[in-house]
């Protein structure tokens, strides 16, 4: 039998734990398509498509480890290098 000697639940917290983890979600959704972006260019450019998807994929970190330190709005920088990252795939693929 339960003694309901739980204390309630602090709403706070848990509201905080949830848009720290669907901004994670959210970065991390758009780091991985970065990545899959990057992979195109490693496996289908030339050299320069090459150097390139390295310079994107450490900016891919750099900006994701921004976007986290951002909060709400930590999607921005890495989807604008996810952006620039297009551009570079369908110019030089």
Do not use: Q, R
């Amino acid at each position: 039998m339960s003694d309901e000697t739980a204390p309630a639940m602090d709403y706070e917290t848990h509201e905080s734990t949830y848009e720290g983890f669907i901004n994670f979600s959210k970065i991390g959704t758009v780091a991985v398509l970065n990545i899959v972006l990057c992979l195109i260019l490693f496996a289908f450019g030339g050299t320069s498509a090459v150097v390139f998807g390295w310079l994107m994929l450490i900016a891919t970190l750099l900006a994701s480890g921004i976007g986290m330190a951002l909060g709400e709005k930590g999607w921005v920088p890495p989807t604008v290098v996810f952006a620039l990252t297009g551009v570079l795939c369908i110019l030089l693929v």
